[in-house]
């Protein structure tokens, strides 16, 4: 039953709250510790539980850990990296996609690796054939257990030549964790240039690392023999800080975000006003609110950074149940992301699914039966109702609408909150919502 929120809606959210470092790029940092021969410290670091699962995960392998939760500083000191048992691994991993990751700096730093099972949200197909493929191109041999994979360097990997599909995060953070001990140069094409990734390099860069960006999405590494700890501070998650504008927006309400920073956030802040929000820039962090008057309908595509996160498309849509007039939005990331607008529909709100691709250019999943585009009509008001959490960025999208919706919405299965936003419940709270947690 602690699983479960009940959030009595219809009160707009006011006052202040802080973001800390990003759940996408804090976790990888963490990894990149095992690379070093000397001690890593990294700040503004979240209190969430994918930190939690990573640090256990390092402790297994043999990687000291001092934290200062309170603080947001984790120590992490990888001297003695040892080998761990697969059962602790898969029990401490869990749903985490997170194990994939520690396979480049396993095999630099112990000539063996050991995934099980990968989790994670169910929001499309996030094969992990990428990763695979590009350890194997780096000269691992990679072997297929009934319990996982079992990965193995018999001599020093090698540099290489990659090009990516699809510019994956994922791909793209388990290169740059490979490539920066192999001998010789490693080059991607069509990678992945988020600013987590930017961060990510940022860290590897400090440790000793030769990387180069190019314009035209290649990523070049020079290998090194050896890499040494850092000292960095995290990111803002412009994620959390996204869903509490939207979050603003939706309730009528007035937000500050802290630690929420604009060049991250252009294209989120662009769209935000076109829909009719309003914002303000400030030292600390970024003011959202909802200004009055009518909420706009909007055409929005999302896609690879630069361009319009598809994390961001999901609490925004709950806002734009509130505009006045058609919202088109083609999902062009994930296949499956638009699961959450049912729950939706059994609030009052007005959204069709599609498997055309609307109000943009064709994109990968055309013509292949996805549910990717959906056509929202507002405004409509919204109904408390009991909810189930699907995933981690539906799941707020859905806590988002309990607090626009007039009653007492009960959410459950909210402990998938916890992985991504901290003290989310603390925070809304602070913002005045009425909730309790059973």
């Avoid at 191109?137 to 030549?161: D, H, M």
């Avoid at 979050?247 to 920073?261: C, E, I, N, P």
């Avoid at 055309?356 to 039966?369: M, V, Y």
Wanted: hydrophobic content about 40%; overall charge negative; glycine content about 12%.
């Amino acid at each position: 039953m602690n699983d479960v929120l009940y959030v009595n809606g219809g009160t707009p959210l006011h006052g202040e709250i802080t973001v800390r470092g990003a759940k996408n790029f804090v976790s990888k940092a963490m990894v990149a510790s095992v690379l070093g021969e000397t001690p890593s410290v990294l700040s503004n670091v979240p209190q969430i539980r994918d930190v939690g699962v990573v640090s256990g995960l390092l402790a297994l392998h043999g990687v000291g850990i001092e934290a200062d939760p309170v603080a947001g500083v984790l120590r992490m000191d990888p001297t003695d990296v040892e080998s761990a048992h697969v059962a602790d691994i898969d029990a401490h991993a869990g749903a985490s996609r997170i194990p994939i990751l520690f396979c480049g700096p396993l095999l630099h730093r112990l000539g063996e690796a050991f995934i099980p099972d990968l989790g994670g949200c169910r929001i499309g197909d996030r094969p992990i054939d990428f990763h695979l493929e590009i350890l194997r191109q780096f000269g691992a041999t990679v072997e297929k257990l009934s319990s996982g994979i079992q990965l193995t360097a018999p001599r020093r990997l090698q540099g290489t030549k990659i090009a990516l599909p699809y510019p994956s995060v994922g791909a793209t953070e388990q290169l740059l964790l490979t490539a920066v001990r192999a001998e010789g140069i490693t080059e991607l094409s069509n990678a992945a240039i988020e600013p987590e990734i930017m961060d990510l390099i940022a860290v590897l860069q400090k440790m000793g690392a030769i990387i180069s960006v190019d314009t035209d999405r290649v990523i070049r590494i020079e290998g090194v023999d050896r890499l040494v700890g850092y000292r960095h501070r995290a990111l803002g998650d412009r994620i959390e800080a996204a869903s509490w504008a939207s979050a603003a927006l939706a309730t009528g309400g007035d937000v500050v975000v802290k630690g929420a920073t604009q060049p991250e956030m252009m294209t989120f802040l662009n769209t935000f006003r076109k829909v009719g929000g309003q914002f303000d820039v400030r030292e600390d962090g970024i003011r959202f609110f909802h200004p009055g008057g009518d909420l706009s309908p909007i055409v929005l595509e999302t896609d690879v950074h630069p361009g319009f996160m598809t994390d961001w498309q999901q609490p925004l849509v709950v806002a734009l149940t509130q505009a006045k007039g058609l919202s088109i939005v083609h999902e062009t990331v994930y296949e499956n992301r638009f699961g959450f607008t049912d729950a939706l529909r059994g609030m009052g709100a007005t959204i069709g699914v599609y498997k055309e691709c609307l109000g943009g250019s064709p994109c990968r999943f055309g013509q292949r039966n996805f549910h990717h585009s959906a056509v929202v009509s507002g405004p409509t008001p919204l109904e408390a109702a009991d909810i189930e959490v699907p995933d981690l960025r539906g799941g707020f999208s859905h806590l988002i609408a309990a607090l626009a919706a007039k009653g007492t919405s009960t959410v459950r299965g909210i402990g998938l909150i916890d992985r991504g936003y901290e003290h989310f419940q603390d925070k809304l709270v602070a913002l005045g919502a009425d909730v309790s947690r059973a």
